[in-house]
């Protein structure tokens, strides 16, 4: 099994959490969003890395990882479209008895176990894009389903591991929108909120 990457960024300081953390972008993504920032993970090249071979790729940064309780972040793309790898990746490094620390950066848009990550994760930063379905659905062109379900699977199993984005969508939601999912989420027990604001570019995905 490969992990297929558009590329991997070292030296990311508390950008996903605490430390020092290398991001691994995941090929691919399966939804449409408009004003999409990664157009490349649809249809750019890929490099594809067995287990150990990304391993040999992060581990210069070991000592990094340790020193600061950094670690590696998989985004994208959408990482959980290659979730086999990811839960197989971090055993592997804890089999070496490493104790680098792993974030998910997702959408949540895929069908997935997403239990068995829930237990080997250290934190999932979540772009939900906007809890309203009619919102979500028009900002992405994919039902609110998926996300919304995985989304309630993991509130359920480690509320304390989830810091879920709000973004600010412009000509899609208002701020009034953004507070309404904000008040659902809370509801639901999650409590690490990050509101912020998508910049309009030209890098309009065009797929
Ligand atoms: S912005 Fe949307 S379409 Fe682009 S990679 Fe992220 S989740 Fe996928």
Redesign the pocket.
């Known amino acids: 099994m490969c992990f297929e990457t558009i590329g991997i960024a070292r030296h990311r300081m508390a950008t996903d959490g605490e430390g020092v953390t290398t991001l691994v972008g995941g090929y691919g993504?399966p939804?449409?969003?408009r004003w999409?920032?990664?157009p490349q993970?649809h249809g750019g090249k890929s490099t594809g890395y067995a287990v150990e071979s990304l391993y040999d790729k992060l581990k210069c940064d070991s000592l990094y990882f340790e020193a600061t309780g950094g670690g590696v972040t998989f985004g994208?793309?959408?990482p959980l479209l290659q979730i086999g790898f990811i839960c197989d990746f971090i055993d592997y490094t804890r089999s070496l008895g490493l104790s680098w620390r792993f974030y998910i950066e997702t959408?949540l848009a895929v069908k997935c176990d997403i239990s068995a990550l829930a237990s080997r994760a250290d934190r999932f930063i979540i772009d939900v894009k906007d809890m309203n379905p009619e919102i979500y659905f028009a900002y992405?062109g994919r039902s609110a389903d998926i996300m919304r379900e995985n989304l309630m699977l993991l509130a359920h199993l480690c509320p304390e591991k989830l810091r879920v984005r709000l973004p600010l969508i412009p000509d899609f939601n208002t701020p009034e929108d953004v507070e309404r999912s904000a008040d659902e989420l809370m509801l639901l027990g999650v409590t690490d909120l990050d509101r912020f604001m998508y910049k309009k570019t030209d890098k309009i995905?065009d797929k």
Do not use: K, V
């Open positions: 993504c939804l449409d969003c999409c920032l990664n993970c994208g793309g959408e959408s992405t995905c």
